[in-house]
């Protein structure tokens, strides 16, 4: 008997498991889950919303509004905990015009309260200016799943912390109009910090980071193609991650750049990790500085841009990156030691490396193959004391070419054993000298 009314049990727990979803999914009916209570808005279930905004401000904190297909010519406010879902991201549509020029920034859903989640819309701005998601005073959010289409699509402002947004596709109306990115994270009075922008699919505008506050954010695993200036531009903010990125660019495009970093205020920037990101076709350059300093520049691999890297910054790693078939592969400015260059490849580029201004600069284990011109130190009175040591020169047409500058070379590999010095021709000094040459090239891991 026990056995036979265990088996029942057994039976009514799986149909029970089997049919919640079902319930949970096909309803049109408000209901008690997990997730609070469920209000709807569209289909034709009895006591469903027709307006959105409707809903939200029935819900109580913890509740799920359920979004039904269908197009819905609004702007949503959200001041409450809650769980925004639609149906369909593709035929769920949230649209709205903005007439003239709105005040900046103005979105289509507006977010103002901790944990809330929206997944599953498309979000359109059908014409002028505005935002497509925003979020002000905002936590622990969920920005997950949806199509945000416009000018502008995302904004994360004051005091904004620790929110997640992935798997979206983030598509601009057009690479023209005010400010260069389609996603801001913006922050000049309280700190917006902890924010995990990952796996996004960018068109045509990147992500724009602004303000002295923006800091410890990471931007990783994203796909940017064809974006207009810069895919990521961060300006005045520091210690940022920037991670596994791939950004594909369009060489007809001018002017089309991968990752910068720009300081308007001294001092405030600095501190970043660039890492492991793809950059490819971008027509004015891959990555850009002009910082104050101490970023850390790793494992990234730039082909077939304008220039590879230009750095101008202060106490900067640049190290393990592979850069080829580029105009410049990389000019350095303005650097002071203990800036570090090393376990870099430069290959197939009109000039491997520029040095500008740049005094007590390490550079180590790099290789340099196939250039026109390996490394050119140009003319300018504070390009001196740099030590180039156990660096590959290998198939270049020139090695060097050095201007006003007096540098160290030591224990490098100048495509062929030798017996003698290796000769360093320049302006003044006329003649400089490797005196130790390597008789073999470095073994260098990834760089034959």
């Known amino acids: 008997m026990k056995r036979k009314w265990l088996a029942i049990g057994i039976i009514l727990l799986f149909v029970g498991v089997t049919i919640a ?21 569209g289909g034709n279930g009895p006591g469903n919303y027709t307006k959105i905004q409707d809903a939200v401000d029935n819900a109580s904190a913890g509740d799920t509004v359920f979004v039904f297909a269908g197009q819905y010519h609004e702007r949503v406010n959200v001041t409450k905990t809650i769980h925004f879902l639609g149906e369909n991201k593709s035929s769920t549509i949230i649209y709205y ?44 959010c969920s920005i997950s799943n949806n199509i945000l289409q416009g000018l502008y699509g995302f904004f994360i402002g004051n005091s904004s912390k620790n929110n997640e947004v ?60 064809q974006c207009t200036n810069y895919a990521i531009l ?13 950004i594909i660019g369009n060489r007809t495009i001018a002017n089309i750049c991968g990752i ?62 592979t850069i080829r078939y580029c105009n410049v592969g990389q000019d350095l400015w303005f650097a002071d030691r203990p800036s570090i260059l090393e376990w870099n490849l430069y290959d ?6 520029e040095v ?26 504070r390009t001196y004391n740099n030590y180039f040591i156990y660096n590959n020169f290998k198939g270049n047409r020139r090695d060097v070419y050095q201007e006003l500058s007096r540098n160290r070379w030591s224990h490098n590999y100048w495509d062929e054993p030798r017996s003698l010095p290796k000769p360093i021709f320049g302006l003044l000094p006329f003649l400089q000298f490797d005196w130790q040459p390597a008789q073999e090239p470095y073994d260098i891991p990834g760089m034959s």
């Not at 197939?348 to 490396?353: S, V």
């Open 166 to 225: 992935r798997y979206n596709i983030i598509r601009s109306s057009s690479y023209s109009g005010s400010g260069l990115g389609s996603f801001y994270i913006n922050m000049h009075h309280t700190n917006t910090t902890g924010n995990f922008i990952h796996h996004n699919h960018f068109e045509k505008k990147g992500i724009n980071l602004c303000g002295k506050y923006t800091r410890n954010n990471t931007i990783c695993d994203n796909y940017f193609e």
């Open 356 to 381: 500008w201004e740049c005094r007590n600069v390490t550079f180590t284990r790099n290789t340099f193959s196939n250039n026109t011109l390996g490394v050119s130190c140009h003319l300018t009175y």
């Open 348 to 353: 197939h580029c009109t000039e491997g490396i």
């Open 21 to 41: 979803p079902t319930i949970a999914q096909n309803t049109e009916e408000s209901q008690s889950t997990s997730r609070g209570n469920w209000l709807y808005v």
């Open 234 to 246: 961060a300006e005045d903010t520091a210690s940022n991650m920037y991670a596994r990125n791939i």
């Open 260 to 321: 910068g970093f720009v300081t308007y205020q001294y001092g405030l920037t600095g501190g970043n990790t660039v890492c492991d990101n793809i950059i490819k076709n971008c027509s004015g350059g891959g990555i850009a500085t002009t910082v104050y300093g101490g970023d850390t520049i790793t494992n990234n691999l730039i082909e077939h841009c304008g220039y590879g890297m230009s750095i101008s910054e202060n106490l900067v790693t640049i190290k393990n990156n």
């Open 97 to 140: 015009e903005f007439v003239g020029e709105p005040h900046w920034p103005t979105p289509i859903i507006n977010i103002r309260s901790d944990r809330v989640t929206v997944s599953n819309f498309t979000v359109n701005i059908t014409s002028g200016l505005g935002f497509c998601i925003n979020l002000t005073h905002a936590s622990n």
